[in-house]
């Protein structure tokens, strides 16, 4: 079992700064990807940014260049560094953990981009 917890949602003026958290709990040794996935009101659920426990980085199209996602293994977290935050990043923001073939959800924290 993994347990995951996000942290760092809020509201930010388009144009500002973010930045989220996701630390990892339990089994944390057979992870393999990290994901950061959003779901803005009306939408499905889309793959932001993940990383994988070898340290290669993946970006959604829409975010590349603004985001960046890290880890810090001494505290067992992932992060999301969200710059130039635009309305249309307004969603709630999900930490996934991929371990073999099962995977674990955090329980998501609130980005509103709005001024």
């Known amino acids: 079992q993994v347990q995951l917890v996000e942290s760092g949602g809020g509201l930010v003026q388009p144009g500002g700064s973010l930045s989220l958290s996701c630390a990892a709990s339990?089994?944390?040794?057979?992870?393999?990807?990290v994901g950061w996935y959003r779901r803005a009101p009306g939408k499905e659920r889309e793959l932001v940014a993940g990383?994988?426990?070898?340290?290669?980085?993946t970006y959604a199209d829409f975010v590349k260049g603004r985001f960046t996602v890290s880890r810090d293994n001494a505290k067992n977290t992932v992060l999301l560094q969200m710059n130039s935050l635009k309305r249309e990043d307004t969603a709630v923001y999900y930490c996934?953990?991929?371990?073999?073939?099962?995977?674990?959800w955090g329980q998501g924290t609130q980005v509103t981009v709005s001024s």
């Open positions: 996934h953990a991929s371990v073999g073939s099962r995977g674990y």
């Open positions: 990383i994988t426990s070898g340290g290669t980085r």
């Open positions: 339990g089994s944390i040794f057979g992870i393999t990807f």
